[in-house]
């Protein structure tokens, strides 16, 4: 899930709202596998789910780019496809 919220009070809406709806289905939200980045926001206070705080990162992997905390991609932009079979 992508939250791209104003502020916090909203980000922890939306929280709220995909726990919810994700309970509705049986599925729930493993925190231990859920990281959160936040991107030009100074708001410093924690995001929870199932009352544990959700772990902060400054960047991650998507579809093989490295995206980081300033809404940069970190120099990692070559995927599998452009790395070769070796990556693979």
């Known amino acids: 899930m992508s939250v791209n919220p104003l502020n916090t009070n909203y980000a922890k809406k939306c929280l709220r709202d995909y726990e919810k709806e994700s309970a ?3 599925l729930k939200i493993k925190v ?3 990281k959160e980045m936040r991107i030009a926001m100074t708001n ?3 995001l929870y789910i199932h009352n ?3 772990e902060r ?3 991650f ?3 093989g780019s490295i995206i980081d905390n300033t809404g940069g991609n970190g120099g990692g932009h070559q995927s599998s496809y452009t790395k070769g079979p070796s990556s693979i």
């Open 24 to 26: 509705k289905t049986g």
């Open 44 to 46: 410093k206070e924690p």
């Open 32 to 34: 231990k596998k859920t």
């Open 52 to 54: 544990e705080i959700i």
């Open 57 to 59: 990162v400054t960047h």
């Open 61 to 63: 992997t998507y579809l």
